[in-house]
């Protein structure tokens, strides 16, 4: 009752004690899990910028240099690199100049090296899903048992029951939803976030192993083919 007076007369509530005094364990559950989501996403941000997600110039510059016959630079620009395309393009650089290996062979070590880097990117997104999923739950567990609760005092109280108590039981109750779909709303919206940004990585990364291997063959106009090569008819010798 503390908590709904101090909100209806307009007073500040300090969130984290207001919160737990209000909405019991079920609230801290929840807190506890924005301080878990808000880790990763810390993580995950900080990833993102030490692998230079979204940053692909040098990427496509070292393929150009590669396809324009400067292998040495090419391979150069990408060895020490950290991004994921970049070490995954690396990887196929040295297995085409590798005069030992075969085509085939390297682009399935390639796929795997690739498979490999968009698992890391995907590190710990699961477990953001897993709080998108849980926080809307825990809330509405937190709400139906807060609303038992607040129906019970109800019947006990008989024919003395003050509405009053029964208002300030439901906004309890009502409380740990509204606190569930707080955690859940801001934290999927950077879940997708965060899997669009590995999306782009993935196509990037695949278009640029596809340029590397194919030497981007459909952008270059073919040789002109005589009229012998076009209808396929050899010219009939001279005779005599």
């Known amino acids: 009752m503390d908590s709904l007076s101090s909100f209806l007369d307009g007073t500040p509530l300090e969130p984290a004690a207001e919160l737990l005094q209000a909405g019991g364990p079920v609230v801290a559950i929840l807190i506890g899990l924005s301080v878990f989501a808000m880790t990763i996403i810390f993580v995950k ?29 090419a391979y150069e620009m990408l060895r020490y690199r950290k991004s994921a395309i970049s070490h995954t393009v690396a990887h196929a650089m040295r297995g085409l100049k590798n005069l030992h290996a075969r085509n085939g062979h390297v682009r399935e070590d390639v796929e795997r090296v690739a498979v490999e880097q968009i698992k890391k990117l995907k590190s710990g997104l699961r477990g953001l899903e897993a709080v998108v999923q849980i926080a809307p739950l825990l809330g509405l567990f937190g709400t139906v048992i807060g609303m038992i609760g607040a129906f019970q005092a109800l019947q006990s109280a008989g024919s003395q029951a003050d509405p009053a108590v029964l208002a300030g039981g439901i906004w309890v109750a009502l409380l740990t939803t509204a606190v569930g779909l707080a955690v859940a709303i801001p934290v999927s919206f950077i879940l997708y976030w965060f899997e669009s940004i590995i999306e782009h990585e993935r196509l990037t990364m695949e278009s640029a192993l596809t340029s590397l291997f194919t030497g981007r063959i459909t952008e270059h106009e073919p040789e002109a083919a005589s009229a012998d090569n076009i209808t396929g008819i050899r010219p009939i010798a001279n005779a005599g």
């Open 45 to 73: 941000l900080l990833q993102f910028w030490r692998l230079g997600a979204g940053r692909h110039r040098h990427v496509h510059r070292a393929i150009s240099l590669w396809l324009a016959g400067d292998q040495a630079q």
